[in-house]
């Protein structure tokens, strides 16, 4: 499987689509108190972490690639 963004930036800085993407994550965390899992950049995983130790939550993340993680969020 490939995975890559569905949208392109207007601008290539690595990380805007970063903050872009843990900030999606950051609102659905916060929003979403029920299960789920989401795939986000392998560079994103410490933050994703983060958020969850922030929120009380678990954190689990399985490699998909070089690139791409799974962060299940409970």
């Known amino acids: 499987m490939t995975y890559g963004l ?15 993407e843990a900030g999606r994550l950051w609102e ?3 929003n979403d108190r029920s299960d789920w ?6 560079t994103n995983a410490e933050m994703a972490m983060r ?3 922030s929120e009380g939550r678990s954190f689990r993340a ?12 409970s």
């Not at 569905?6 to 872009?20: M, Q, T, V, Y």
């Open 37 to 42: 899992s989401e795939v986000i950049h392998a």
């Open 6 to 20: 569905i949208l392109k930036f207007d601008s290539d800085d690595p990380e805007f689509a970063r903050g872009f």
């Open 28 to 30: 659905r965390m916060k």
């Open 51 to 53: 958020m969850c130790e």
């Open 62 to 73: 399985d490699d998909l690639d070089d690139e791409f993680v799974e962060v299940w969020i």
